[in-house]
């Protein structure tokens, strides 16, 4: 609005609203970036030999499953897998001398219990007619995926091997 004195006057509403949207403008500039995605990977012992890997969906894909407190299925949008996880587990624990198929059930990160989380996987060994399935979860107290995944894929699959042994 102009006056007759030649001055320009603006609406006070339309004063609040530049300011507000100035000082959120420089608020985002002032925070603390986003933390940056993090990707974590399988660590598998040399020991581990199958012909095949399979990963079961929703695990299959490279994000991190989320096994919330009301039972359903979220995918963590900060934290994946380097690889879909069936990719790092065929290349580290698949072998031309191996026998059978490894499947893995479930490899999420269980966040049902109010204040934790713990890295589950849960995996069958196909031998023939003989089947050894294990399952484990690990802590992830410190926040190190890969060690708390490689423990639990680890003590998962030492358990489906004694089930296959007890089963002959």
């Known amino acids: 609005m102009r006056t007759g004195n ?3 006057w603006y609406n006070t509403g339309m004063n609040k609203f530049a300011v507000s949207l100035f000082a959120l403008v420089l608020a985002g500039c002032l925070a603390a970036p ?5 990707n974590w990977t399988i660590e598998v012992a040399s020991g581990a030999r199958v012909a095949s890997v399979a990963v079961c969906a929703p695990y299959g894909g490279q994000r991190l499953a989320v096994l ?9 949008p900060r934290n994946s897998f380097a690889a879909a996880p069936a990719a790092i587990l065929r290349d580290a624990v698949a072998s031309r001398l191996g026998e059978g198929a490894l499947v893995v059930r479930r490899l999420a990160l269980d966040c049902r219990a ?4 713990d890295a589950v996987v849960e995996l069958e060994i196909a031998l023939g007619e003989r089947i050894g399935r294990g399952a484990a979860a690990e802590p992830t107290a410190d926040g190190n995926y890969t060690a708390a995944f490689s423990s639990a894929f680890e003590r998962a699959y030492a358990q489906a091997r004694r089930e296959l042994e007890a089963a002959k």
Do not use: E, H, L, Y
Not at 68 to 76: L, P
């Open 6 to 8: 030649g001055r320009i």
């Open 34 to 38: 986003p933390k940056p995605p993090v």
């Open 68 to 76: 919330r407190q009301d039972g359903s299925i979220a995918f963590d």
């Open 114 to 117: 109010k204040g934790r989380r």
